[in-house]
Structure formats: structure tokens, C-alpha cells
Nanobody
Framework: QVQLVESGGRLVQAGDSLRLSCAAS????????TGWFRQAPGKEREFVAA????????DYGDSVKDRFTISRDNAKNLVYLQMNSLKPEDTATYYC??????????????WGQGTQVTVSS
């Protein structure tokens, strides 16, 4: 079993940058593909980004391409989401998910509790 904890979410202004972190306990992240999803109130959970266990491949949702970057540090058992040029529509709870691959929440097995990102205009 793996427990995921997201951190780094907070209130920022449009145009700001923010880096989210996903930490794992109970199992190393280093051998599992990991992704980020987000969910705004009243909306479905949306794919943001994913990275393979060895960082060889990444994938991004259309709404965040060229603004967000996913990366990982397997030595530290961490996965990051660097978010630049934030927009009010990026406001959501951001979730880390691991052990899977794809753009659907159904594609990943383990989830964190989420961290709130709020972007003011």
C-alpha cells in the first residue's frame, strides 16, 4: 500500500507560478508512473500531467501544455508539478495519483487527498 501526500497549494494571483509536490510513504514511487489530476467544484476530475517512472515520457492535458511541467526525483521519492502563468481557471484541488498510466482517473490505482490551488484574477 502506498500513501500519497500533496503539498504546495495556496492562493496566488493570475500570472504567478507555483510548484506542487507529491510525497509517498509505505512504498517507493520510483518504480511507478505518476500523474496529477485536478478537480474544480461541480466539475469532473481532469487529467493534468503524467510522468513515467524513469522520466522518459511525459504527457499533459491540453489546457496546461506549455505552462505546466511534471518532473520527479526518485532519490527523494517525490514528484513535482511546476505551474507557470497560472490562470483563474486553474483553480482546483490538485491530486497526485500513482501506479498506472493514462488520462482517466480510472487509469491510476493510488491517490492522495489533494491540495487546493486558488488563482485570483
Amino acid at each position: 500500500q502506498v500513501q500519497l501526500v500533496e503539498s504546495g497549494g495556496r492562493l496566488v494571483q493570475a500570472g504567478d507560478s507555483l510548484r506542487l509536490s507529491c510525497a509517498a510513504s509505505g512504498r517507493t514511487l520510483s518504480r511507478d508512473n505518476t500523474g496529477w489530476f485536478r478537480q474544480a467544484p461541480g466539475k469532473e476530475r481532469e487529467f493534468v500531467a503524467a510522468i513515467t517512472w524513469n522520466s522518459f515520457n511525459t504527457d499533459y492535458g491540453d489546457s496546461v501544455k506549455d505552462r505546466f511541467t511534471i518532473s520527479r526525483d526518485n532519490a527523494k521519492n517525490l514528484v513535482y508539478l511546476q505551474m507557470n502563468s497560472l490562470k483563474p481557471e486553474d483553480t482546483a484541488t490538485y491530486y497526485c495519483a500513482t501506479r498506472g498510466w493514462g488520462t482517466s482517473p480510472m487509469d491510476f490505482s493510488y491517490w492522495g487527498q489533494g491540495t487546493q490551488v486558488t488563482v485570483s484574477s
